[in-house]
């Protein structure tokens, strides 16, 4: 199998407290991993580190062929390869993060223009194509505020499809919505994942989970509690750590 991304012994400490304790996790290429657990577990931040936008206080991120190791001075090399790192992976905010002056189309063209160097006239239908795929191209002269947090939120998917990423890691993508806008987004991710795409998904969305990962990670204070299969972990959970967490989420 073609690794996408390695994490070896990775640490994140924030003033004195330990957020992730040697995480260690391999993710496969056109694989749908799911990772989950109560709030303050250390999810959102390891999904962070794997990007760099929280520097880990120990360990080797590796995306694609890029690795970086942390604790080292940030030369020009090292910044290099973190942007290339960056590049390798689309990243979804529970937050939308679009640019309000722009509208979906820009916001969409933008990387490609600014960071890949593409000609405008290409970058555009691309953009068209990309906001096809996520049910907006009728919606693409419009600004964020036009839009519903659903549609924001297809926009930033879409926009991290622009960049063509190995992986795309999602940050609890649906917790910011009204629950009759969950499923058009989850329903996007459902459709990126039939087609190959490899995602990394921190969510409480549990029939998401269910219904999609291939692989589900379950954590706590900073460590990966368990790991395995959606049909393991949902009906046959080894830790009872898991099983109490799973018993809570049930009884919501």
Known sequence: MEEVIKLQDIKKSFDQITVLKDINLTVNKREVVVIMG???SGKSTLLRCMTFLEEPNGGIVKVGTKEVKSGLPLN????????????NTGFVFQQFNLFPHKTALENVMEGPIVIKKMERDKAKEKAIALLTKVGLVDRMDHYPAKLSGGQQQRVAIARALSMEPMVMLYDEPTSALDPELVREVLQVMKDLAKEGMTMIVVTHEMSFARDVADRIIFMDEGVIVEEGSSKQIFNNPREERTQRFLQDVNEQ
């Open 76 to 87: 020009k090399k090292r910044k290099t390869t973190i942007r290339e790192l960056r590049q």
């Open 38 to 40: 109560p709030s303050g």
